[in-house]
């Protein structure tokens, strides 16, 4: 029996063909990707509306509570995803000004972190860090109302907040101490 060039050709292709199927192809590996966020992670992550608390200067209380000398403690709302969020965005409002709004922020020269902040049901705890700057006597109930209010989201708590800089209570160093 004779075989022909062409028999042999396609012998050749079909054992090519029958290897290639044989012999694994690179391994892709699987993917690291994280899986997509669901629409719970989504709404977690979106901003809330959260207050800052600023300062109406020489206002007499006529726009918030009175503060400091003769002023009034004025909120604002901002975008953030929590009370700590909100707070750091307070401390690192660097403008004297608030925008356009005129109000005033007595820490705007005061270089100070969030480090923790721990709510219960009863007390705030804030612990700060960095470098406390005061423009003058009367920016230091106006500091103290800033943090406290902008910790309790309201003027009106009764809520007790201590708040420390430096593992260094707030009073002692808005009295010099």
Do not use: W
């Amino acid at each position: 029996m004779k075989l022909s060039g062409s028999f042999f050709i396609g012998i050749s292709i079909l054992f090519l063909a029958a290897g290639c199927q044989l012999i694994p192809g690179p391994v892709k590996p699987e993917s690291t990707r994280p899986p997509a966020p669901t629409k719970a992670d989504l709404k977690q992550a979106e901003p809330s509306t959260y207050r800052i608390f600023l300062i109406a200067l020489e206002d007499s209380g006529r726009s918030g509570p009175a503060v400091g000398c003769g002023d009034s403690l004025v909120s604002v709302d901002i975008p953030a995803t929590d009370v700590k969020t909100a707070l750091q965005s307070l401390l690192e409002t660097h403008d004297r000004l608030y925008g356009q709004s005129g109000l005033y922020n007595a820490l705007y020269q005061s270089d100070l972190r969030v480090n923790r902040i721990i709510r219960d049901n009863d007390t705030i705890s804030a612990n700060l860090s960095g470098q406390l700057v005061l423009g003058g006597t009367c920016d230091a109930p106006r500091v103290k109302a800033q943090l406290e209010a902008t910790l309790r989201q309201s003027t009106e708590s009764r809520i007790p907040v201590t708040i420390r800089i430096n593992r260094n209570p707030l009073e002692d160093l808005l009295s010099g101490r």
